[in-house]
């Protein structure tokens, strides 16, 4: 450990000394028993965090959005003025309609908490609370101020991290959103372009399809030129390939037994560092432009169907990423791995706003969106003793508090 002293190390001891995995698996088990899906979270499942809090000790706020949605926001002062750290982590969830496990049981083995929400992200937000009440319990000095902050919608239900930014109540300096790494710290996450590509076809009857034009072909011959870009095939030796996904395709006609005349086929496209919207957008543009001069029977067009966004990233050697490597080392006795997050994340938004902010959080995000969702609860408890560890050496004090 190249920069915690001894004192910050002892600290960090004596708070997650105070971590109770029972009570951490608990609170994640309460989490994904109430359901939260993304655009109709409900009060529910702010109400059992606020009163978790409370009955800790910690001022929580309930940010009410909606007449059916709210954020939450707590916050420990310090003892002296300094970094002000934000605990950050979505409270809403996909929907969990196929589900092959029952998706609000909370069921639990003793090693693995299974349900929706159970890995994106309810059981970090369980252990960044716990991080936070280990803190508040434990009485260790620390200068600034640790804050906790989830927000509703970030699943595509309408985002409202924004509510929780200035001007809302949360001014932070440095943040960590725990999003599922297994437990890798990462210093920045992709971009994203989601979008549609929309082929017209001319309809004919099927006996004589030779005479039209059949907008599924074209959608199947359109798809590949998507993948092949260039700009989406350049490796990074962080995040390697950008991940494109044609996740959704339906065409026909609206009459039987013909040839179809429209098919629309969406496109999930993850950006790495390096490779801009704009460019991506260049390429696509070029790539079907070609495709059309080609096939002049082929009528295609793209359009967004979500706010485009650039992948972000902080320096690997940012003395924020040295500090939460050494304190995650520290509870661990093993240096974490290094690396970028796959997906997008409010890491997005908070290093835009220049916020030096990374990613840790428990399970992979393989389970993320899973039929049968679930997540290593060992790693939720390190996971907590991670961000108390991160919390006490980012802010960590430059002198004892007085005697009472």
């Known amino acids: 450990m190249r920069r915690l002293d001894p004192l910050t190390r002892d600290r960090v001891a004596k708070a997650v000394r105070l971590i109770d995995p029972d009570d951490v698996i608990r609170l994640a088990r309460r989490l994904v028993q109430i359901p939260s899906i993304s655009g109709h979270e409900g009060h529910a499942i702010v109400a059992l965090m606020a009163e978790w809090l409370r009955a800790a000790g910690i001022d929580a706020v309930v940010q009410d959005l909606d007449p059916d949605r709210a954020n939450i926001y707590a916050r420990i002062a310090g003892n002296e003025p300094g970094p002000k750290l934000l605990l950050n982590g979505h409270l809403d969830t996909v929907p969990a309609d196929g589900m092959s496990i029952d998706p609000f049981a909370g069921a639990f083995d ?84 989601h979008f549609v590509l929309e082929t017209t076809g001319v309809t004919t009857h099927s006996g004589m399809a030779e005479r039209g034009v059949n907008a599924i072909l074209a959608a199947a011959r359109c798809i590949p030129i998507i993948y092949e870009l260039p700009c989406l095939n350049e490796r990074d030796p962080v995040w390697g390939r950008c991940a494109v996904n044609v996740q959704d395709i339906r065409g026909g006609g609206l009459v039987d037994r013909s040839v179809p005349d429209h098919c629309v086929a969406t496109f999930d496209v993850r950006l790495n560092p390096g490779t801009s919207v704009e460019r991506a957008r260049i390429e696509l543009d070029a790539a079907l432009e070609n495709a059309r001069a080609a096939d002049p029977t082929l009528r295609v067009a793209w359009r967004l169907i979500a706010p485009a966004k650039d992948a972000v990233s902080i320096d690997p050697s940012h003395p924020f990423v040295l500090d939460a490597l050494d304190a995650i080392e520290c509870v661990t006795a093993s240096p974490p791995r290094l690396g970028g997050f796959p997906g997008g994340c409010s890491a997005i938004e908070l290093i835009r706003r220049g916020v030096p902010t990374v990613i840790y959080g428990p399970g992979s995000v393989a389970q993320a969106h899973s039929s049968n969702e679930w997540v290593d609860t060992d790693q939720v408890i390190t996971a907590a003793a991670g961000y108390v560890a991160i919390a006490l050496a980012s802010m960590r004090a430059r002198r004892e508090p007085p005697e009472p």
């Not at 000095?141 to 991290?161: A, I, K, N, Q, T």
């Not at 001014?171 to 959103?177: K, P, S, T």
């Open 110 to 193: 003793g090693h693995r908490l299974s349900g929706r929400g159970a890995v994106d992200m309810k059981s970090a937000l369980a252990a960044q609370m716990a991080a936070l009440k280990a803190i508040r319990q434990s009485g260790v000095p620390f200068d600034g101020e640790l804050w906790f902050g989830s927000e509703v919608g970030e699943e595509g239900g309408g985002w409202r991290l924004d509510a929780l930014l200035p001007p809302g109540p949360i001014d932070c300096d440095l943040a960590v959103v725990g999003e599922p790494t297994e437990l890798q710290l990462c210093f920045g996450c992709r971009g994203g372009l």
